[in-house]
Structures are given as C-alpha cells and as structure tokens.
C-alpha cells in the first residue's frame, strides 16, 4: 500500500442563484455547493450533513450505516482513551466565516459549551464516504490545518483503511496508514499519551 499524502486544494465552484435545498442520493458521489449568505445558511432546514464554506453551503446525503457505526467506534475509543479531553460529534468549528462539522473532534475541556467551536482540536476524524472523499483530503485537510489541530485521521469503512495525519506547522506529516495488513498502530498524541488503534474493531468486516 503507497504511504497517503494530503494534497493542498485547489478549489472550484459554479455560482447558482436562486438555490433550493437539494435532494441527495446515498449513492452519490460527491457533494452539492450552492453560494448563499450566512443568515441563509443558518436558516436551512435539511436531513443531511450541511457546511459553509467560502460563502457556499455545501451539502452532503445521510450517513449511511456503515459511516455511523464507525463514528460511533472512534468516538468511543477517544474517549476511553483521554477522559479528561472532551469528545464530540457534529460539532460545529468555525474557521472565519466557514463553518465545518467533523464527524468526531477531540478537544480541551473549555470553561464553557461555547468556548468549543474556538478551540483547536488535538484530533478531527472523518469517516470518508463517495460523495465526500476529495472534500476530506483536499478542503478539509487545509482548513483543519489553518486551524492548528494537532491531528487529522481519515477513516474509509469502504476500503476498510484509516490515514493519520501530524500538524507538523508547515503541512500534513504522515503518522501511520492501517489497511487489513497492517491493521493496528500505537499512535502518540502530543504529550496527551498514546492511543491503540485496531482496524478490526473501528471498521470491522460485516
């Protein structure tokens, strides 16, 4: 397996005015941006996972099962793993005027619920699905980046492979990729401790 890098984005995008909330297939493959304001994003009422990005809210389909159980086995295992950090899902972090939701986030416990979208995550987690692969690798890495988290991990339950990915100040440095021959790691999270990862209990075959 060739060791994954993070390439920095270029990024593109088709204006289109007026918008309507879009309905998704599960089985596309990648998502649906349409420029609004921010007042409009916030406003929207949609089923599916929404972002701002750029001054466009960028829409995705409904988890499906796979990608939530494996939220749910990442959450779980942070947690475990550094309870006196603060573990959560669907949280909203904002960079700017970009709104990002990751499916998991591993932060500082803050003096209160609000100080939570300013902190820099010690982890972000994506579980990579079709439609959101080049939006995980290419757009998110560089905004959590400019964020400053500590670590980015990408998890692919299709392909069964997890990439873990160290803030290193200039880019993404490479920490270990799990597959199913390689499929557990000791992964040293800053000064926090380490974290056992096996792939067959995050992203089990079913």
Do not use: C
């Not at 086995?73 to 942070?78: I, M, P, R």
């Not at 500082?108 to 010690?122: G, Y």
Request: glycine share 4%; no cysteine.
């Amino acid at each position: 397996m060739s060791a994954a890098t993070l390439a920095r984005p270029v990024v593109a995008s088709t204006p289109t005015r007026p918008y309507e909330v879009p309905t998704l297939s599960p089985d596309r493959t990648e998502v649906v941006r349409i420029p609004m304001t921010f007042e409009e994003y916030e406003n929207l009422k949609y089923e599916g996972k929404v972002e701002y990005v750029n001054g466009e809210a960028v829409f995705d389909v409904a988890a499906r099962l796979s990608h939530g159980e494996a939220i749910i086995e990442f959450g779980v295992l942070l947690r475990q793993t550094f309870p006196d950090l603060v573990t959560g899902t669907d949280v909203d972090i904002f960079s700017g005027l970009n709104v990002r939701r990751p499916d998991i986030i591993l932060v500082e416990r803050p003096a209160n619920s609000n100080v939570t979208l300013k902190l820099a995550p010690v982890v972000v987690v994506e579980i990579t699905s079709p439609s959101t692969r080049s939006e995980d690798w290419l757009r998110k890495a560089n905004e959590y980046h400019k964020i400053n988290a500590q670590q980015y991990w990408l998890a692919d339950p299709e392909a069964r492979t997890l990439a873990i990915f160290a803030n290193d100040g200039e880019w993404w440095r490479p920490v270990a990729e799990l597959d199913a021959d390689n499929p557990t790691a000791s992964i040293p999270v800053g000064d926090r401790g380490t974290v056992e990862v096996d792939l067959n209990q995050l992203l089990p075959v079913r």
